[in-house]
């Protein structure tokens, strides 16, 4: 009887096996194959249109043909690249201190509160949809940011694009360095304060320094959503071809840019092959991140 128990319990353990490992060669080949459909879609600007990759990156002209078959126009998309970092840039500026402070208070200073209210509230802010983000920023930071500072283009800018990528990313950067600094060992916390130490010198010499990996990757996770993110951007930011002049000025970025052109554009045509390489671009720093933090992982463990 027993061995019968165990031919079945043996044999289910390997129809599961079979199961996940189906489920794991489709991720991969999925991956893959999206990469792949990019690489082809997106290489026609530089393939088929023949424009340098030097023109597409560092380019300010933006004026591509859409006539299928007719190319010669300019395809610079160095303003949306521009937006992008800028608007990416400036959201970490704003979030990596509040999710970082949010962070240490839920692990270090008060355990018990932090993981039974502050954790909670700060994971539903992920599963809230982007149009609510991109419309709270609309009616509420963008009319601030007008009678407030005064903005051109009624406060559509650069500042409120950050604000609301800022928000969107502060609970994965906050979750993330959460887990880090909890995984700090207890041993690190005892000799230091055996040494005499205060608890703000144990956090930040001792926890935070030991946690910065983990810290580090939570960042890097949140820089990844923030500049794949693209119908709340594209809700603040004015969408403007042309460099913003400082933070109260508007522009454009990479996803807002093929959120709203890409249905509007002949198959084919120039102006819808430099869409594809936008995109191309967006998978390639995707995939440069994700290699990142695998990396950083990797060192951790080591």
Sequence with gaps: MDDQYTARMVKKDGHAKILYTVCGLFIIVLTVAIGAFLIYKGSGTFVTAHHSVFEFLFSSKWE????????????????????????????????????????????????K?????????????????SVVYGWVGLTILVPFIRDVFHAKMGGFSVLAASIVLAVMIFPTITTV???????????????????????WQVIRHVVLPAAFGGIATGVILGLAR???????????????????????????????????????T?????????????????????????????????????
Aim: hydrophobic share 50%; proline share 4%; net charge neutral.
């Design 266 to 302: 002949a198959n084919g045509g120039e102006h819808n092959m430099a869409l594809w390489s936008m995109a191309l671009l967006l998978y390639i720093i995707s995939t440069i991140l994700i290699f990142i933090i695998h990396r950083m992982s990797h060192k951790k463990e080591d």
């Design 113 to 129: 509160f932090g993981e039974k209210f502050i954790r909670p509230a700060a994971e539903i802010y992920v599963g809230i949809p």
């Design 177 to 199: 360095a959460a887990d880090a600094i909890q995984a700090v060992p207890q041993s690190y916390r005892e000799a230091a304060y055996g040494m005499g130490s205060t608890r």
């Design 64 to 111: 591509p043909l859409d006539s299928v078959g007719k190319y010669g126009g300019k395809v610079g998309a160095l303003v949306y690249i521009a937006g992008s970092l800028m608007t990416c840039g400036l959201a970490l500026v704003f979030a990596i201190p509040f999710a970082v402070g949010t962070a240490v208070y839920l692990a270090e200073i008060n355990l």
């Design 226 to 264: 923030a500049i794949g993110e693209a119908l709340a951007v594209a809700m603040v930011i004015g969408k403007t071809r042309s460099f913003p002049q400082n933070i109260l000025s508007p522009t454009n970025n990479l996803t807002a840019a093929i959120a709203a052109d890409m249905g509007n």
